[in-house]
């Protein structure tokens, strides 16, 4: 039986309960220092004077750099989501916790200790602190205004002002950090012009390709190996300050060199999810079709960082309407790196969009389920292409059917279980699908094993084990007997862990990659003394007539250690077309009458992402994604404080999810491979769960206590 499709176990799983795969911080080489951060203790300013000789003469210390004693590492010279200046190269302040010193010692709690030796004083300014009373100004790039009319409207106004029935509020969510398992750590070790480093990335190639900028040598000098992340969610895509600075430490003094980060720098270093306020206004005929959709959306921006959030971009796509507006805008604030998160712009945008729908469903006194139903577009608002695969009536039909919709009292505070109220919520889950290049080695070994290998990462996504299963299910052979091999910079290269792309790019040039190789495995049989014509492969044996011989044993009988082949699979290329994975999640949800704590108590999600590679991993990506996002609803706030300090950049007082606030999961996919994206035709799920689930939320307990909170977290004073 082929694996696709099927619930296959992770194939690094044992690696990592058992604590024998090895992260970045886990890797040791000879004469290795440690490197320790400094960061800047001031918002907004310039440093005046630092005073390292006690660090210098502390036991074990190696070197202090500083804007003082600098690093040499060039300019930036591409957008990244990440700094836009690289480390020590001034004594510009420009967010609290900015790197401004390396400390590298022989041991790292030497490293540690000489850090908190070096005295800094600085010209302190005024730090911009307040995103709500903070200016907002266009954005760095791109159009700050997004307009679709119908002929005849003048303005999204006009629109509104005809509308029969209209909605208006605004909603804000608040600063959220990753907060991955697996801090940051980079090790580098140079062999005179050639650098080889360890660093926790998404994706190799983006680590090769800006690092060859910053430190001035050729990509091919460079190489990145990083086999395990512990997480990422967005932040390890970026080439963050503590990377380039330890690398260029290393060069200089002839050491190895590992730098790992401390769980509050991982709050300031790596960058946030910015802040944002969405100001919504829905039109609407009386019978529930939407005649307008207006989102005015500001997200908080660093000026340390390229990055800005259009929150209000997935109100331009997601319901039918002839009169849409959205406008993007910024409010600086002298505040760490703003980057992205999962589900950048979705994740925010969905909180104020799916709860608006469910105001406007109330005003109407229509079930905020039907509502949905009657404007799902067959086609993407905002440029007419009729969507590739879409079954999102399918997933709203059988979501309220497994989740028991129906039973649904519409009346506010009407559903009791003793002294908790019960409320029933539900949002649309949607995230783009897309396929980029990608290329992959694929290679028979005389072992009886095949090696599958790109560029690509695994967060924890079980990417590896996509690889697996693909190449088990074309080669016809089992997943144990195929061995991923991902992180390498020395791979083919392959997808960055991003943009929920990894399976849609990379498992097309999986099945090449194993197609090439099969060709490539008979070219070499055929005219040997086993084949003298051509076999045939079947389920990992070359077979001609009555002769049958495993690849592994002919590999052997012939002496070879292996044989390979590179595939490459191009992006998609549809001009027709839009792509986006769907579905629809329900929430039920209590709050305790006394004391007003919420407690989510069951999820429901039926999800239409085409082809389904793994479900196993598949549900836990879906559930991670809605575990998340119950954070984002109830839990996580980074406070800024006016002095341009995170409050809480510590997971004692910065809240995130535990074992017991997660509920019961109910997660069902639907069985549409999108052949227009892939032949594989699988769409990407790893950011999708988070999706919606914050609005979800909001709308169970505006159902269970009557009150409408638009600000998140929704925490026990906004209900009391």
């Known amino acids: 039986m082929s694996p696709l499709g099927q619930p296959v176990d992770r194939v690094d799983g044992h690696l990592k309960v058992t604590g024998t795969a090895s992260y970045v911080a886990d890797f040791q080489v000879d004469r290795l220092a440690y490197g320790y951060v400094v960061t800047s203790t001031i918002a907004r300013g ?65 490293a540690r200790d000489a850090a908190g030796l070096i005295r800094t004083t600085y010209d302190a300014q005024p730090p911009a602190t307040s995103f709500p009373s903070g200016t907002a100004v266009n954005p760095p790039s791109g159009s700050p205004v997004q307009d ?62 800006r690092l060859s900028t910053t430190l001035g040598i050729d990509q091919n000098k460079i190489h990145v190996y990083n ?88 109100s331009a796509t997601l319901y039918a309407s002839q009169n849409i507006h959205v406008s993007r805008r910024v409010i600086p604030l002298d505040a760490p790196p703003t980057t992205i998160m999962r589900a950048p712009q979705e994740a925010s945008g969905s909180f104020a969009l799916e709860s608006a729908l469910d105001e406007l469903a109330e005003k109407l006194g229509m079930d905020p389920l039907a509502l949905r139903q009657k404007n799902n577009s067959p086609v993407n608002p905002g440029n007419g292409r009729p969507w590739s695969s879409k079954h999102l009536d399918e997933c709203y039909r059988r979501g309220a059917e497994k989740f028991g919709w129906s039973r649904r009292d519409p009346v506010p505070g009407s559903m009791r279980d003793g002294d908790w109220l019960v409320g029933l919520g539900m949002a649309t889950s949607t995230y783009p699908a897309s396929r ?18 790109g560029t690509a990462a695994d ?99 012939m002496d070879v250690p292996g044989v390979e082949a590179v595939a490459a699979s191009p992006r998609a290329n549809d001009p027709v077309h839009a792509f986006r994975s769907w579905g629809a999640t329900f929430c039920e949800v209590r709050v305790n009458r006394w004391t007003a704590e919420p407690r989510v108590s069951r999820f429901v999600c039926v999800v239409d992402a085409g082809q389904i590679v793994n479900p196993k991993t598949a549900h836990s990506q879906i ?44 997660v069902e996919f639907l069985d549409y491979p999108d052949t227009f994206l892939s032949p594989l035709g699988a769409r990407g799920i790893g950011e999708f769960g988070i999706v919606g ?18 600000d998140l977290p929704i925490t026990i004073d906004k209900l009391l």
């Not at 290329?439 to 599958?452: I, L, W």
Request: proline share 6%.
């Open 46 to 110: 310039t440093i005046t004077g630092m005073v390292v000789d006690d660090a210098l003469r502390a036991p074990g210390v190696l070197a202090v750099y500083s804007p003082d004693n600098p690093l040499k590492l060039f300019a930036y010279t591409q957008a990244q989501n990440d700094e836009t200046r690289p480390p020590l190269q001034d004594k510009v302040i420009r967010y609290y916790g900015q790197l401004i010193a390396l400390v590298v010692a022989e041991t790292f709690e030497q």
């Open 148 to 209: 679709i009319l119908a002929p005849g409207v003048p303005s999204i106004d006009a629109a509104l002002a005809a509308s029969e029935v209209t909605v208006s509020a605004t909603y804000t969510t608040s600063v959220n950090n990753h907060n991955a398992m697996e801090p940051h750590a980079t090790l580098a070790a140079w062999t005179n012009d050639h650098l080889q480093i360890y660093t926790v990335s998404q994706g190799v190639r983006l680590v090769t390709q």
């Open 227 to 314: 086999p395990y992340v512990g997480g990422g969610f967005g932040n390890k895509w970026g080439n963050w300050a503590h990377t380039p600075v330890t690398a260029a430490a290393a060069r200089a003094l002839g050491r190895p060199i590992k730098t790992v980060l401390t769980r509050e720098q991982t709050f300031t270093i790596v960058g946030h999810r910015p802040a944002s306020r969405q100001e919504v206004t829905l039109g609407a005929k009386r019978d529930g079709t939407l005649t307008a959709v207006k989102n005015d959306g500001v997200s908080s921006m660093s000026p340390a960082s390229n990055f800005f959030e259009p929150v209000a971009n997935l």
């Open 436 to 453: 980029g290049d990608a290329s992959v080695k694929a290679r028979f070994q005389a072992d009886g094993t095949v090696v599958v290998a």
């Open 459 to 557: 967060l924890g996504t079980a990417q590896s084990t996509v690889f697996a299963i693909l190449a088990a299910d074309r080669l016809g052979i089992p997943v144990s007997r195929v061995i991923p091999e991902l992180g390498d910079s020395s791979a083919p290269t392959a997808a960055n862990a991003g943009g929920s792309g990894s399976t849609s790019t990379n498992g097309p040039a999986v099945q090449l990659a194993c197609d090439a190789a099969v060709a490539t495995l008979i070219k070499f049989a055929t005219g040997t003394p086993y084949f003298p014509t051509e076999p045939k492969y079947v389920d990992g044996s070359l077979v001609l007539g009555s002769t049958s011989m495993t690849f592994g044993a002919f590999l052997s009988a």
């Open 623 to 666: 559930v991670g994604g809605l575990i998340m996002g119950t954070g984002q609803a109830l839990l996580e706030e980074t406070r800024l404080e006016p002095s341009g300090r995170f409050a809480n950049a510590n997971l004692a007082t910065y809240l995130v999810p535990v074992n017991a606030d997660t509920p019961v999961f109910d």
């Open 693 to 710: 689930a914050a609005a979800a939320i909001a709308n169970a307990i505006h159902h269970a206590t009557g009150k409408r909170v638009r």
